[in-house]
């Protein structure tokens, strides 16, 4: 089974940036959308940024204009820039790929990075 591996996340200062990147581990068909997820301590998994197969992009409001998502070169690799980091941004980060409900499984998660902010 197609797992999602992360990488990136890690301890920044306020006002710091990290990049983080998902990548399969194997080539992935009729992807529809990639998104980038988080969360933090004893609050619920919230939606960081999406980008369709198409390349349409949408972003939570508390993140927009400091993070930025993108398709990577790899195979199916999508990242996620982000820039101007606040404490409040501090969770772990999951990234995930949705297929067509006539996959099984149609819904892939990663195993999550940990992003710090703090001085």
């Known amino acids: 089974q197609v797992q999602l591996v992360e990488s990136g996340g890690g301890l920044v200062q306020p006002g710091g940036s990290l990049r983080l990147s998902c990548v399969p581990t194997e080539t992935m068909l009729e992807v529809k959308i990639m998104g980038w997820y988080r969360q933090a301590p004893g609050k619920q998994r919230e939606l960081v940024a999406s980008?369709?197969?198409?390349?349409?992009?949408a972003y939570a409001d508390s993140v927009k204009g400091r993070f930025a998502i993108s398709k990577g070169n790899m195979r199916n690799a999508v990242n996620l820039q982000m820039n101007n980091l606040r404490p409040e941004d501090t969770a772990v980060y999951y990234c995930?790929?949705?297929?067509?409900?006539?996959?099984?499984?149609?819904?892939?998660w990663g195993q999550g990075t940990q992003v710090t902010v703090s001085s």
């Open positions: 980008i369709t197969a198409r390349g349409t992009t």
């Open positions: 995930n790929y949705k297929q067509p409900t006539y996959y099984s499984p149609n819904d892939h």
